[in-house]
């Protein structure tokens, strides 16, 4: 069973940053993905990095204002969040699988999620 924990999460301002961190003892070994999901919608893709850190896959909607990275001698997983919009809030949910894509399917274990809300 592979554990993985968020943090970062919280309350921000329209247009303010959050850097979200997901960290799991074994995460070197894993693609990760990035998934939301707001209150009575489905979890979506939000982004999404390969092992090596080399490559990775963004939901349109957050090109060019999120960015995820990896240090994989610390086993964390991050998601800089610039320019947040109000449709940015949910619940931000950290994924580890074999191979990573945009799917839920494509991600075998997750993380517990963690809050962000972006007030006007």
């Known amino acids: 069973q592979v554990h993985l924990v968020e943090s970062g999460g919280g309350l921000v301002q329209a247009g303010g940053s959050l850097r979200l961190s997901c960290i799991s003892p074994t995460f070197s070994s894993y693609a990760a993905g990035w998934f939301r999901q707001a209150p009575g919608k489905e979890r979506e893709f939000v982004a999404a990095?390969?092992?090596?850190?080399?490559?990775?896959l963004y939901q349109d909607s957050v090109k060019g204002r999120f960015t995820s990275s990896r240090d994989n001698a610390k086993n964390t997983v991050y998601l800089q969040m610039n320019s947040l919009k109000l449709e940015d809030t949910a619940v931000y949910f950290c994924?580890?699988?074999?191979?990573?894509?945009?799917?839920?399917?494509?991600?075998?274990?997750w993380g517990q999620g963690t809050q962000v809300t972006v007030s006007s």
């Open positions: 994924a580890a699988g074999a191979v990573g894509g945009a799917e839920t399917w494509d991600y075998d274990y």
């Open positions: 990095i390969s092992r090596s850190g080399a490559n990775t």
